[in-house]
Nanobody
Framework: QVQLAESGGGSVQAGGSLRLSCAAS????????MAWFRQAPGKEREFVAA????????PVADSVKGRFTISKDNAKKIVILQMNDLKPEDTALYYC???????????????????WGPGTQVTVSS
């Protein structure tokens, strides 16, 4: 059974950094594309970053470009979201997602992923 578990969330001041981790179990990790999404209170869940297992392509949302980086450690079966220069608008519940079958055109879409973690809260104060 595939399980994802996020960690690393917390409260920071604007301009600070956090490193989110997502540990995967029950998967052949090298076969999975991974992604991070987030949901702020009263808003819909939105794409943050993804990394394709096929191509290594790692797109990020325009709102976090230049500040957030996604990486994948196949040996440890974790995906990392390094978040720098955090802003109050980054406050959200951050979710890890996984898929073995997502195609490139769906990397940024929630519908491309069939496994989700419970989320980790990130709060950025001004």
């Amino acid at each position: 059974q595939v399980q994802l578990a996020e960690s690393g969330g917390g409260s920071v001041q604007a301009g600070g950094s956090l490193r989110l981790s997502c540990a995967a179990s029950g998967v052949t990790f090298t076969r999975y594309s991974m992604a991070w999404f987030r949901q702020a209170p009263g808003k819909e869940r939105e794409f943050v970053a993804a990394i394709s297992q096929r191509t290594g392509s790692a797109p990020v949302a325009d709102s976090v470009k230049g500040r957030f980086t996604i990486s994948k450690d196949n040996a440890k079966k974790i995906v990392i979201l390094q978040m720098n220069d955090l802003k109050p608008e980054d406050t959200a519940l951050y979710y890890c997602a996984a898929s073995q079958t997502v195609i490139m055109s769906q990397l940024r879409s929630q519908s491309g992923y069939n496994y989700w973690g419970p989320g980790t809260q990130v709060t950025v104060s001004s």
